[in-house]
């Protein structure tokens, strides 16, 4: 992966191997981060759900209602705002795309916490580190 040095990657990035599909470890952050925070972060932590085939017409409205394309997996409001792209443990054995790159770095310039997790508890570090940053 070659990315912007304001984009670091939680994880293992030397892994090879049988691993979770990304939609699984993104299930996993989710059901942990509603489990230990009920009412406050698992209350406002979004997946915008940018994936899909559509007809030209239905893309055309949806990006004017706001779809971002390469919109990031995990978003969390916050001061600053959480904004990590979910990958599986290999990284190999999926893409991340320029879109996607752009987001995080658009993110990133927006003084964002932007970041890629290979894998569930990588993507829980980063949360952990990102809740270090927070502005109350």
Same mark, same amino acid.
């Given at each position: 992966m070659k990315l912007p040095p304001n984009i670091k990657i939680y994880g293992d990035t030397k892994f090879r191997g049988k691993c979770p599909s990304e939609s699984a +470890?993104?299930?996993? /952050? /989710?059901?942990k981060l509603r489990r230990e925070y009920p009412t406050s972060y698992g209350l406002v =932590?979004?997946? @915008?759900?940018?994936e899909g085939s559509r007809t030209p017409q239905e893309t055309q409205r949806h990006k004017a209602e706001g779809l971002t394309t390469g919109a990031s997996d995990i978003i969390i409001p916050g001061a600053p705002a959480f904004?990590?792209?979910m990958k599986r443990l290999d990284h190999t054995k999926c893409k991340i795309s320029d879109e996607q790159i752009a987001y995080?770095?658009?993110?990133?310039?927006?003084?964002? /916490?932007?970041? @890629?997790a290979l894998?569930? +508890?990588? =993507?829980? +570090?980063?949360f952990e580190e990102w809740q270090n940053h927070q502005y109350y």
């Open positions: +470890e993104q299930m996993t /952050f /989710f059901n =932590a979004v997946h @915008i759900r940018n904004v990590c792209e995080l770095e658009a993110a990133a310039q927006g003084n964002s /916490f932007a970041c @890629i894998g569930w +508890e990588a =993507a829980w +570090e980063a």
